[in-house]
Structure formats: C-alpha cells, structure tokens
C-alpha cells in the first residue's frame, strides 16, 4: 500500500474523528467515497451505499478472517480496532471465512430464525417485566444499567447456558470494553480483565463437554466442521462472539431508541398511540444509529472498487453507518423517519457474514421498548446526567441514562424468573 499517496489522514479511533464522524463521512461520501486514508498504517475507508454494499457481499475477496502468517503470505487483520492483547481472542464465526464458516453458519442458522426466536418471546416478556418491576414503584432508574442492559444479557446467557445471576460481571465487562476510547484507562482496565473472562468461558466449555444441557453451547459441541468436531478452544471463541455480540449491540440500539422517545414527544406520542408501527421504528433506530458503526476486511486479491486499485493484503474499513446515511440510499437520510418503508439499511451488515442475531436483537428490542411505552410512558431522562458512549471506532452505545416516571405498580411474579 506504500505507493498510494493518501486522498485523506483520518483515524477512525481518534476522538476527534468520533466526534465528528457525521460530517467526515458526508464529505468523503461526497468526495471521495472509496478513500486511502494514511492513518494507522494506511487502509481504505468505504463510506457511500454502494462500496459498502459490494465490499461486504464479496466475502471471497474482502476476507473476514484473523490469520497471520497465512499460507498464501497475506496477513489476515480481521477486525481492525480489537487489540490482539493475550485473553482476548479471535471472534469465533466473525473471523473466521470458507467452508468451516459455512459449515458453522449452517448449523448456528436454526436456532436463530424467526419461529426460534418467537419461541423465546415469552421469555423475554417476563424478564423485561421483571427488571422493570425492581423499579417501577420508585419512579426512578437508569434506563441503560437497569434495564437495556441487562434483560438482553440475562437472554444471551440463557440461550448459551450460561449461568445468568452472573449477568452483571458479563455485562460490566463488554460494556466497558466498548464504551471507552481505546487505550484509555477505562478501556485498559476492561481489557485486563479479558484473559478471565476468556478462562472463564474456556471452563465452562470443558464442564459442558461432561454435562450436555439443552443450550447453544452443547450444540456447538456436538457440531463438526469440514468433518471434524470443534475443540474447547474454538468453542470458546464461538461463545466469546456470541457474548460480545448478544450483549452490548442490542443494549445500545434500545437505549438509542429510548433516548429519541423521550427527547421527541411527538414520536413517542405516536408510537404510543400506533404500537403497529414499532417493528418499521426498530429498522429505522437500526439505520439510523447502526450501533455496530464499522467493521473491516482485508483483501485476498487485486481489485478494483470505486474506480480505485486495491492491492492484495490491503485493509478496508467499511462503514454501516456512513452507508446508512448516504443521500443517494436513503431520502431525509440524516432525520429519523419512524414509518421510513422500504429501509433496506446496512446496520445487521450483508452476504454470508450477515449478523447472525438479527430477528433476535429485534425480537428484544420490541419486547424491551413495548415494555417502556406501555408501563412508564411518560420518562423523563435527566439530561445533564445521559452519558453516551465517549468514543470507540466500532461501536455506539449509551453509558447512562437516568430517567424518572410516575411510579405503577409491579405487574409480574417475585420470583426472580432466570
Ligand atoms: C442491534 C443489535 C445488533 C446489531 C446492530 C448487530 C450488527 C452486526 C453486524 C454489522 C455484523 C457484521 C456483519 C458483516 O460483517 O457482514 C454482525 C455479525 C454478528 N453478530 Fe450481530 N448485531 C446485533 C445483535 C446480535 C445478537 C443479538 C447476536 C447474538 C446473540 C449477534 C451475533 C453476531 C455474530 C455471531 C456475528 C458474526 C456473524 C458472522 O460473521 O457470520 N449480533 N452483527
């Protein structure tokens, strides 16, 4: 890449370039959207509809996978912005490409369709009442670590067995590791942690080897891939990724979604009064706010995109967001359009690496917003105390979000249902 001169100088972890994100990535739309950005080392930034479309549908030549020292001599980066600290380890499905992908995928894809995920709606519906419940005589809680927080944490653990008083220290820890800017002392202190956590998954494969339940974890230890059973260690870093991706995502897009609702009276007011429309809302929050805001891929061959030359072993940053509000997909594509149709945004990403927990993260964050809209509807979040995340290249998300309401009363069992 040393030969291309840089169209910009940009580093998409910086706080500078978080904070203004929007603006930079209008002009690059604009301008030029496939760009060779000299930051970092150099990669390619893709930000317009289109680039991001034909990037992320062609997983064989933008490669997902972490490999270093691969045979064919390309280093593989997977998703550029994770650390490659020890403890924290490649993505389990996200990094990884070809047949044992496909192989993975197939047997995962079941347990995450639609009737699967309708199965798991009444559960879902008694621990959203029940976290809400723990507040609603008192007329006060924060929105995100009382609630977005952890009903979509207590269902991750359940789907994977895991056990889910435990919840918070799972929570806390790919909270943290997300919300703050990387090499911070708050993000550092998370990734210390990360080698525990590993071990800690790591133990619980092994015990889950000798003790096979009706969970997602027994399944991936059934499994095989290009013939051959998943060890402990990879088992691990499937569960690691479907942790990492279960928690923090559909946290983030709630509260996102509960910060607009209570900051617009007239769309909460409308949803309120045409609870039809939430499923066409949630797409639009997910556009809009494309919590998963970037990823990254690298390139197995020579290719052309935009009119640009990208060489073999060249990194590509694509961004779901900035393709989320290209004018040119999307009209009024900076404004939140609750009844916006048809919305055929990027937020769950694309072709065979296409979020695998996308009627799930929906799924939950209609349970989790009904919830909100029907029994505390007139929250007021506290302004000066709403902390949106500082800044991470990868992801959006809400620190804090106190809020205060007209107390009700419990409605749901007191027994703690997980
Ligand atoms: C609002 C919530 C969510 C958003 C915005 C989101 C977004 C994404 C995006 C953008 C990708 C990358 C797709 C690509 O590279 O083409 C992805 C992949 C993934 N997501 Fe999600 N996600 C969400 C919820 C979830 C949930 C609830 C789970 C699991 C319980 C999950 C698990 C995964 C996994 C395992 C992958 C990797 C799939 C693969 O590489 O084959 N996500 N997600």
């Known amino acids: 890449m040393g030969d291309v001169a840089p169209d910009v100088d940009l580093d998409p972890g910086s706080l500078d370039f978080i904070d203004h994100r929007f603006e930079h990535f209008a002009e690059l739309r604009e301008k030029c959207p496939v760009a060779y950005d000299g930051a970092l080392g150099g990669f390619w930034l893709v930000t317009d509809y289109?680039?991001?479309v034909a990037v992320a549908n062609d997983n064989e030549t933008f490669a997902h996978r972490y490999e270093v020292d691969a045979p064919d001599g390309i280093t593989y980066h997977g998703i550029i912005g994770i650390p490659?600290?020890?403890g924290n380890p490649r993505l389990g499905i996200a990094e990884i490409d070809g047949p044992e992908h496909h192989d993975l995928r197939r047997a995962l894809n079941p347990v995450f369709t639609p009737p699967a995920v309708e199965r798991l709606r009444p559960t879902m519906e008694r621990v959203a009442t029940w976290f809400l419940d723990q507040h609603i005589e008192r007329g006060s809680l924060d929105?995100?670590?009382d609630f977005t927080s952890p009903v979509p944490a207590v269902l991750t653990l359940q789907m994977m067995g895991l056990p889910c008083e435990n919840w918070e220290h799972y929570a806390e820890f790919f909270h943290a590791s997300s919300a703050h800017p990387?090499?911070?002392p708050g993000y550092l202190a998370a990734v210390e942690r990360a080698p525990?956590?590993?071990?800690?998954?790591?133990e619980y494969a092994t015990y889950r080897r000798a003790h096979t339940g009706d969970d997602l974890t027994s399944l991936l230890l059934q499994i095989e891939l290009s013939g051959r059973a998943l060890t402990d260690l990879e088992v691990t870093e499937i569960l690691w990724n479907l942790v990492a991706g279960g928690l923090d995502t559909t946290t983030a897009l709630t509260s996102w979604a509960l910060h607009h609702l209570g900051t617009h009276p007239d769309a909460r007011a409308r949803l309120i009064a045409e609870p039809e429309l939430l499923p066409t809302a949630v797409e639009e929050f997910l556009r809009f706010y494309s919590p998963n805001e970037n990823l990254t891929r690298t390139a197995a061959r020579d290719v052309e995109l935009g009119g640009r030359q990208i060489r073999r072993g060249d990194q590509v940053w694509i961004s779901w967001l900035s393709g989320n509000h290209d004018a040119k997909a999307f009209d009024a594509a900076d404004e939140i359009v609750l009844d916006?149709?048809?919305?055929?945004h990027l937020a769950f990403g694309l072709g065979g690496h296409r979020c695998i927990g996308s009627h799930l993260a929906r799924a939950e964050t209609m349970v989790m917003l009904r919830e909100v809209l029907r029994r505390i509807p007139d929250y007021e979040i506290d302004a000066e105390r709403f902390q949106p995340y500082p800044g991470n290249p990868l992801m959006t998300g809400v620190v804090t979000m106190p809020a205060s309401f007209t107390p009700g009363p419990r409605t749901g069992p007191a027994e703690q249902p997980f």
């Open 182 to 184: 990387n090499g911070s």
């Open 196 to 202: 525990e956590m590993l071990t800690e998954l790591h």
């Open 84 to 86: 490659r600290t020890p």
């Open 143 to 145: 929105l995100v670590s």
């Open 50 to 52: 289109d680039g991001v």
């Open 340 to 344: 916006r149709s048809p919305n055929r």
